[in-house]
């Protein structure tokens, strides 16, 4: 039987939804993922129209930009995290399961999105971020993270050297950024988030690619170049 990334991503995240739901709430407060939404909250407002959060997991994050008066739909591939997410639902948040791959909504639905740790998880990167395009506004914009060369997650590529199918494209984050520039996005910022023990006063003189090589976690912010239509 051939492979099939979509069925083995889901089980792989349903399986790892009880973990993630005991761990999401520091990660987004206090941890890796504290300074995502005051990031990209810069760029948004609540008017302009809902905000999707692909992988969104147990919803912590959707919810706590939701609590800021933005109306925000979640996604995510398995069955286990959006059930466990729709513990949040509000007026302004709801839920969907479903592949990033097929995004289930009308062109130009939303003014921004979050894809934090989701690009490396899909079979296809570029095929990804060139479909996302068409479902944003004009202006808008995507928070991307993905792992950074210090985190424990890409442990789960490291069969792929056995020859055995993996669900995660572990990119380096000067790959990510110019897959990005080649798939036609303007980066309008990017930061890292590092291991423990790495200082500011360590990054603060060291180049772009050795801090990236330090991260834990690289954001970056990026508009399409043109409307898609």
């Given at each position: 039987m051939s492979f099939n990334w979509h069925t083995a991503c889901a089980a792989h995240w349903s399986k790892m939804s009880d973990n993630w739901k005991a761990n999401s709430k520091e990660m987004w407060d206090?941890?890796?993922?504290?300074?995502?939404?005051?990031?990209?909250?810069?760029?948004?407002?609540?008017?302009?129209?809902?905000?999707?959060?692909?992988?969104?997991?147990?919803?912590?994050?959707?919810?706590?930009?939701?609590?800021?008066?933005?109306?925000?739909?979640?996604?995510?591939?398995?069955?286990?995290?959006?059930?466990?997410?729709?513990?949040?639902?509000?007026?302004?948040?709801?839920?969907?399961?479903?592949?990033?791959?097929?995004?289930?909504?009308?062109?130009?639905?939303?003014?921004?999105?979050?894809?934090?740790?989701?690009l490396e998880w899909t079979d296809?990167?570029?095929?990804?971020?060139?479909?996302?395009?068409?479902?944003?506004?004009?202006?808008?914009?995507?928070?991307?993270?993905?792992?950074?060369?210090?985190?424990?997650?890409?442990?789960?590529g490291y069969r792929r050297l056995y020859g055995d199918d993996v669900v995660i494209n572990t990119m380096m984050p000067w790959e990510c950024g110019r897959l990005l520039e080649e798939s036609g996005y303007t980066i309008i910022h990017q930061e890292g988030v590092y291991k423990r023990g790495v200082t500011s006063d360590m990054v603060n003189t060291l180049s772009l690619e050795l801090c990236q090589s330090l991260s834990f976690l690289w954001m970056f912010y990026i508009r399409p170049n043109t409307i898609i239509e």
């Open positions: 206090t941890g890796s993922r504290q300074t995502i939404i005051p990031k990209l909250v810069e760029w948004i407002s609540p008017d302009a129209g809902p905000v999707l959060d692909i992988g969104c997991g147990d919803g912590y994050g959707s919810s706590k930009l939701a609590a800021l008066g933005y109306e925000v739909v979640g996604l995510d591939i398995s069955e286990e995290m959006i059930q466990k997410a729709a513990e949040h639902t509000t007026p302004h948040l709801s839920f969907v399961c479903a592949d990033a791959r097929e995004l289930p909504f009308e062109k130009h639905s939303f003014q921004a999105m979050m894809a934090i740790n989701v296809s990167p570029r095929d990804m971020l060139l479909a996302w395009k068409s479902f944003l506004k004009p202006n808008g914009i995507i928070a991307l993270g993905i792992l950074g060369p210090t985190a424990a997650p890409r442990e789960h």
